[in-house]
């Protein structure tokens, strides 16, 4: 049988290019300088959820950042602290200059400025997730390569339309019961996922979507239990006016069945079984 020393670096190079960083630098730096160099030269993604300290900063102590692609750190009930952590030490700015994919999740809001203003520096990123971001203190970021946004934050978003190539979209509605102005989307928009909680949101987003013509994927989450059901009807309409490339679309409506009459129930199912959605949209 052969032995792993005689595996060749081709091999292993292709292993580690699809293997979570963390665990191959944890697996196979203590076992020679071969094995060392092939990791520093072929490992580009790191997720460091629910990762100890120990392995953090093993992983920090061998790696070069500057050739990482993708990178996922959390607070999390595992790694407390870690956001924090990593802002203290390390810079966006002289540590990633490669950086492709960013994970931010479970922070302090308070640190969120720290991490912000440090974005713009990040010209290669086309992948973004963060969280509980406050749009009236959002400042100016220059992303030109950013293709994938998913983040969580109040309904003032303007600035998202500074992101012209934004080609995915995933927000959660945070920390908000009311609209002061429209929800804005980049008209570049091939996929949007929307996740609310009030009923109040339903007409903001259904006006939001109406010059999304690129649009092919709709996603639509409510989680909060509404007073009314949804209206087939008017997201048919709302489809077939204005969302021609529309191939997906998934919704969520979650709403209080023990205040609906039988023929409000009836009414809300009738509205959603026209042939639109069972023929052609089935």
Not at 10 to 22: H, K, T, W
Not at 138 to 162: E, R, T, Y
Not at 249 to 270: R, T, W
Request: hydrophobic letters at 40%; one cysteine or more; a negative charge.
């Amino acid at each position: 049988s052969a032995f792993l020393e005689d595996l060749p670096n081709e091999l292993f190079a292709q292993i580690f290019s699809y293997l979570n960083g963390v665990d191959a630098i944890y697996a196979f730096s203590c076992l020679n300088n071969r094995f060392k160099c092939l990791l520093i030269e072929n490992c580009e993604f790191f997720d460091f959820k629910s990762i100890s300290k120990f392995k953090f900063d093993l992983v920090f102590q061998h790696q070069n950042t500057k050739r990482w692609k993708s990178l996922k750190i959390s607070d999390d009930e595992h790694t407390p602290g870690h956001v924090e952590y990593f802002c203290q030490v390390y810079s966006l700015i002289n540590d990633f200059p490669q950086l492709q994919s960013l994970v931010i999740s479970n922070f302090d809001i308070r640190k969120t400025y720290i991490i912000l203003s440090q974005l713009s520096s990040l010209k290669t990123l086309v992948s973004l997730t963060i969280k509980s971001l406050c749009g009236e203190t959002m400042p100016q970021l220059d992303l030109p390569n950013l293709k994938k946004l998913v983040f969580g934050a109040c309904s003032h978003i303007d600035w998202i339309k500074n992101f012209s190539q934004l080609e995915s979209v995933e927000y959660t509605i945070e920390n908000c019961h009311w609209f002061r102005n429209d929800l804005s989307w980049p008209s570049t928009l091939r996929h949007l996922k929307v996740i609310f909680d009030y009923e109040g949101y339903w007409n903001f987003i259904q006006r939001s979507l109406v010059h999304l013509s690129l649009l092919n994927t709709l996603e639509i989450y409510q989680r909060q239990r509404a007073s009314i059901p949804p209206n087939g009807q008017i997201w048919e309409t709302l489809i077939c006016s204005s969302l021609s490339l529309l191939k997906i679309f998934k919704f969520y409506f979650n709403f209080e069945y023990s205040l609906q009459s039988s023929y409000q129930i009836d009414e809300a199912i009738v509205s959603f079984s026209t042939p639109f959605y069972i023929l052609e949209k089935k």
